[in-house]
């Protein structure tokens, strides 16, 4: 009951949330922005973030069996059944009012950068384009041993399903731990990072590397960065701007701050 009187409160307080004018300032004279995304942007269309207490996925589940190549080989069975799982849920899922906002962001910035740490493809979705996916995209499949795309449906009832072409069994094309990250989509995120006026980190717990790096290539290169997060991070003491609150608040709030002053 208490922790629900809490909740309730902490939500008013994510309505009422206060962006700054010097920040908004700085973003309608910015020609070059960047958005690094995590799993918070899309909490308000249900799909669990990672490391929330109690709600998270890793405080259920084993990362080190579920979403590392040691743990695939060990039991692909159950590997591929979990993120049929989670495919499942992000397919019922809706992209909601960050993702909707952000996609509305791109129009504003001569140079807009969407990198995200999201598999969900949500972001797509909401119609954003050129989205730049750190981590792979859970809707998409390939072979664990050549690593070749797999578009081709399947009639089997084998699980997880064989490649096609090798008849290698099939896994998520997502990053595990312990696996390098793609290279291009990499290289260009932390160019852009580097090469932005403002720099935003939302919904992330920052801990991840190398994406939690991005944010230590703009700071070093002295650019602007912001933090939307409810939660501190790591990242919360060295951010320029910190707006403490849901991304399906702040962000829609910020595109209409920065809009306002456009139109
Ligand atoms: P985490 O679960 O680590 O962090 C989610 C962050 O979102 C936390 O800091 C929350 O405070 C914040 N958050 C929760 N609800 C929010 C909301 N409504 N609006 C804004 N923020 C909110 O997720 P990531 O940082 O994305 O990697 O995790 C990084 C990577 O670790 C993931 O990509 C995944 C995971 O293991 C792989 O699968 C390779």
Redesign the pocket.
């Known amino acids: 009951m208490e922790s629900n009187l809490w909740g309730t409160r902490r939500q008013r307080h994510h309505q009422r949330v206060t962006i700054p004018d010097e920040l908004v300032r700085q973003l309608r004279s910015a020609q070059r922005v960047v958005v690094v995304?995590?799993?918070?942007?899309s909490?308000?269309s249900g799909v669990p973030?990672?490391?929330?207490a109690q709600t998270?996925?890793?405080a259920k589940f084993k990362?080190e069996e579920l979403?590392t190549p040691e743990g695939f080989q060990a039991n692909p069975r159950l590997v591929w059944e979990w993120y049929a799982w989670r495919r499942k849920m992000v397919a019922a899922a809706r992209p909601n009012s960050?993702h909707f906002a952000l996609r509305e962001m791109e129009k504003l910035f001569p140079e807009f950068h969407l990198i995200t740490?999201?598999?969900d493809g949500l972001h797509q979705r909401a119609g954003s384009s050129n989205v730049i996916e750190?981590?792979g995209n859970i809707t998409r499949t390939k072979c664990f041993n050549e690593g070749t795309i797999i578009t081709t449906s399947q009639d089997s009832d084998e699980v997880p399903p064989r490649c096609p072409q090798c008849g290698g069994v099939l896994r998520p094309d997502?990053?595990?731990?312990g696996e390098v990250l793609p290279e291009s989509a990499l290289e260009k995120a932390a160019e852009v990072s580097a090469n932005c006026d403002v720099f935003f980190s939302?919904?992330?717990?920052?801990?991840?590397y190398p994406?939690a790096a991005l944010s230590a290539d703009a700071l070093r290169a002295g650019k602007t960065v912001v933090e939307?997060?409810?939660?501190p991070?790591p990242l919360t003491a060295l951010a320029h701007f910190v707006v403490s609150?849901?991304?399906?608040v702040?962000v829609p709030e910020i595109v209409n701050r920065v809009r306002s002053f456009v139109s």
Request: overall charge negative; cysteine-free.
């Open positions: 995304t995590g799993a918070g942007v909490a308000e973030t990672f490391r929330d998270g996925l890793w990362p979403a960050a740490q999201n598999v750190l981590h997502v990053v595990w731990f939302i919904g992330t717990s920052a801990v991840v994406a939307i997060n409810p939660e991070t609150g849901a991304a399906g702040v």
